[in-house]
């Protein structure tokens, strides 16, 4: 039995697919691709697949991962990135097999590149309106966790973001916590856009990276 | 092919997954290259749609044609409608994502009566007029098949053309006649007139309907050279007939999540309630090399691991044990699993069980449909007390703990003792089970019984019954309720509400487009789903409307009353279904087609079981 680590994209219809639905149908393309999966031995055996981080519901991201378990009899890294492809649609695609590197519990932050197209004003002016507004002493937005929708303040997570005007649109970078230790989505940035001055874009959004908590990339 | 616009809406809304497209198997052509754009509509939500075989084989068929392009279309949950109709986005394709107008043919399968009112909800979506005497230009033609097509009158109206049974021919044949007709620039009443040459094709605004005072048909007549009579087509061999080797591979999960291989086609049995068991004859199965064939493709190009053996009743194929132990040979390595979805009380034996349960163990389900025997030979089941206790003390045996079975409440002569019959039977399986000596230890039993309200179809020996009253049937519910006294019998039914609405619409005739367009006027829709479904809206519609639906639902017809399908030939004789019905009410049972032929009248279609040997 080996673990190895799948890298894949996630763009296009597939940002709109729940993890839940991600999950079923890396495993169909698993099952329709051959691959050599190492199975559960209980009464009903199923194949082990760990995601390291859930991407969430439409953000797109060029850089995910996930882990599996293989059977001994272990297949090329070019084979099975060929033979995988070949049995997930255009909008998840592998583009690299590697030997995991750190775990996913060690995921600390997430960076993410927000693309925002202007509906009734200009980028300039939309990307002035966003950094003036991004030094209000406080930014809440309400948040679900476990125990509930809360009263969340942005505002301490945004000393890692910048925004800027990039061709007709406002780009912003930003760096959230992510992980089991807390996690930011960056779709509260939206809501705050919204709930505050009334903007509602199109915003494309890409997770760019995952680090640990010393900002290595996660590998 | 989603634009950013339509985007913004979808993580407002619950399971975007259905409205993205960009599955794994789905079509993508280039527009320059098509002649006629097809849209494939299924009038049900994506999971449902996504479910339905005969979508899956229509559009892998229309696709092998190059100069066409079939998308797939669903109606959207009523969230991201609203999302849709706010920010003025059209009804669109999952492929292209363009607009539901935008396309050549737009093509419903009509499933259950309950999805007319999502049919005209859809084109208004797409700003397509409903009423085909207002669509004047080629373009946008709406044609529809499926079973409901067997009585096409209520969408009269709104269908230019519709397909009468099956459709893997015709459905090429006419798409054909339609890249003439627009190449040559010809218009819609001259390409309608010309297409309901061909067979199994009608169109609906060739015929003239007459009433009587007493509200029955007077005459129905054609106008040209359009056919007296719409004979069906039907695929002969199933080995030649096309069937697809790849489905789409949905990204959400689906109600039907699997690959599917059908059988076999029409049903040997002829149980008198049931439309499919008459509309598709005859029998025809298809052979062990094909079925192995199309199952290892199905699996080789979409990574399912479940295979669905489809039919009427698969347990009927003449060589299930060879079937399974030839697909068995891979599936157990592949780590596939089968499943029987229609397994007869009588086909349930030792043997099939083993093979069953060596691949995956789930509930058992049979439909006894009546609870007493003299029920059951009115509507010829077939099916004795002896065999359902048979059958289930082998399932007991073979460690099964949960038996689910089907009733019908309404059947025509039922009395309450045959209601109660259905707890009397339930409580014998409860009892066959504390009674077998080798039963799974230390577990209980549970036995569920799904009573549904018979709703009278076209095309079968009772279309003639009336429907019991909404008040009959809850009466009879509440019998059923009280005369069950056992916890392991836990019952469910359908609502009787809108088994009447679907009783109106399957014997319906032409005066019903009125109130399918009052009620959609009124923003009805999704009427099969007990969250939108009211009785007391309906009720309002046909009363403003000045049309009476007990008059559709619970009146009973004469043998000499002209029926509104009856231009609309199945192969089945319409004095063969009216012996049929005498011997019901005679209680006389009718033997299958393998053990006799009946002479239904199926065999001038000269194939599948009415010229095999017996």
């Not at chain 2, 509200?215 to 050279?225: A, M, S, W």
């Not at chain 2, 009733?407 to 019959?421: H, K, N, R, Y």
Request: hydrophobic fraction near 35%; charge should be negative.
């Amino acid at each position: 039995m080996k673990v190895v680590r799948i890298w894949f994209r996630k763009t296009g219809a597939a940002r709109y697919i729940s993890h839940l639905d991600l999950n079923r149908c890396m495993s169909r393309a698993m099952h329709k691709a051959n691959i050599p999966l190492w199975y559960t031995q209980g009464f009903n055996p199923h194949a082990f697949l760990t995601f390291a981080l859930p991407l969430p519901l439409g953000i797109r991201s060029e850089r995910e991962c996930m882990d599996l378990k293989l059977d001994d009899d272990v297949i090329s890294r070019e084979e099975m990135i060929s033979r995988l492809n070949t049995a997930l649609p255009k909008d998840l695609a592998v583009f690299d097999v590697t030997e995991p590197v750190r775990k996913p519990g060690q995921i600390a932050t997430a960076s993410y590149r927000i693309l925002l197209e202007p509906e009734n004003t200009s980028a300039d002016e939309l990307c002035s309106q966003i950094r003036d507004f991004f030094q209000a002493p406080e930014i809440v937005v309400p948040k679900h966790t476990k125990s509930g929708i809360i009263d969340f303040d942005l505002k301490p997570y945004l000393n890692q973001t910048s925004v800027s005007v990039k061709g007709d649109g406002v780009e912003m970078e930003t760096l959230l916590p992510a992980g089991s230790n807390g996690n930011v989505n960056p779709m509260l940035i939206l809501d705050a856009l919204k709930k505050y001055l009334n903007l509602e874009p199109y915003a494309d959004i890409e997770r760019t990276g995952l680090y640990d908590n010393t900002g290595k990339i996660f590998e | 092919m989603i634009d950013h616009k339509i985007e913004k809406l979808l993580l407002k809304v619950q399971k975007p997954g259905r409205y993205v497209g960009g599955e794994l198997n789905s079509v993508i052509k280039n527009k320059k290259d098509i002649e006629v754009r097809f849209a494939f509509c299924f009038p049900d939500i994506y999971e449902v749609g996504m479910s339905h075989l005969g979508m899956k084989i229509l559009y892998s068929q229309l696709n092998e044609v190059p100069y066409v392009w079939c998308e797939r279309v669903f109606a959207p949950w009523a969230d991201m409608e609203e999302q849709m109709r706010q920010n003025h986005i059209p009804l669109y394709a999952l492929e292209s994502g363009d607009s539901l107008a935008d396309f050549d043919i737009i093509g419903f399968t009509l499933q259950y009566e309950m999805s007319y009112t999502n049919l005209l909800n859809m084109l208004d979506m797409a700003g397509v007029p409903l009423k085909s005497s207002d669509r004047r230009s080629l373009s946008q033609l709406v044609v529809a098949g499926g079973p409901c097509a067997c009585n096409p009158e209520p969408l009269a109206d709104f269908v230019d053309l519709f397909f009468i049974g099956e459709g893997e021919e015709v459905d090429c044949e006419v798409v054909e006649l339609y890249r003439d007709f627009k190449r040559k620039n010809g218009t819609k009443e001259d390409f309608l007139a010309a297409a309901a040459q061909i067979s199994g094709v009608y169109v609906p605004s060739l015929y003239d309907v007459t009433y009587k005072e007493d509200g029955t048909i007077d005459t129905f007549q054609p106008r040209g050279n359009a056919p007296a009579v719409i004979h069906k087509r039907v695929m002969m061999d199933l080995d030649k007939s096309y069937f697809p080797d790849r489905f789409v591979v949905p990204y959400i999960e689906i109600v039907h999540d699997r690959a599917v291989s059908e059988v076999l086609r029409g049903c040997i049995r002829g149980c008198r309630f049931c439309q499919a068991g008459f509309i598709y004859r005859p029998f025809r199965e298809k052979s062990i090399d094909a079925i192995d064939r199309q199952c290892r493709d199905l699996c080789e190009n979409t990574g399912y691991d479940e295979i669905s053996l489809s039919s009427l009743s698969t347990s009927d194929y003449s060589k299930i044990n060879d079937l399974l132990d030839r697909l068995m040979a891979w599936t157990e390595d592949r780590k596939t699993g089968i499943s029987l979805p229609s397994l007869r009380v009588d086909g349930f034996s030792n043997e099939l069980m083993k093979k069953i349960k060596a691949i995956r163990r789930s509930g058992l389900t049979f439909a006894p449909e009546a609870g007493t025997q003299r029920l059951r030979d009115v509507i010829n089941k077939n099916v004795t007390e002896e065999e359902l206790l048979k059958t289930v003390n082998t399932a007991f045996g073979g460690g099964w703990t949960t038996i689910k079975l089907y009733f019908m409440i309404g059947l025509p002569t039922e009395t309450l003792q045959d209601v109660e019959g259905i707890a009397d039977l339930a409580q014998k399986v409860v009892d066959a089970y504390y009674n077998h000596p080798n039963k799974p230890r230390g577990k209980s039993v549970k036995v569920s019984i799904s009573a549904s309200s018979f709703v009278p179809k076209p095309f079968t020996p009772f279309q003639w019954e009336p429907q019991d009253t909404i008040e009959t049937i809850h009466a009879k519910q509440r019998h059923l309720l009280s005369s069950i006294h056992s916890k392991k019998i836990e019952p469910s039914w359908h609502e009787a509400d809108t088994s009447f609405m679907e009783a109106v619409f399957a014997r319906g005739d032409r005066r019903l487009g009125a109130v399918l367009l009052e009620a959609h006027r009124r923003g009805m829709k999704m009427d099969g789903w007990q969250d939108f479904f009211s009785l007391q809206k309906w009720l309002e519609v046909f009363a403003s409307c000045g049309i009476d639906p007990a008059f559709y639902a619970n009146r009973k017809r004469s043998f000499d009353e002209h029926l509104p399908w009856d231009h609309i030939d199945y192969g089945v004789k319409k004095s063969f279904l009216m012996e049929e019905c005498k011997r019901a009410y005679a209680n006389k049972t009718t033997p299958n087609c393998r053990e006799a032929c009946s002479a239904c009248g199926a065999s001038c279609l000269k194939g599948g079981i009415c010229v095999e040997s017996r």
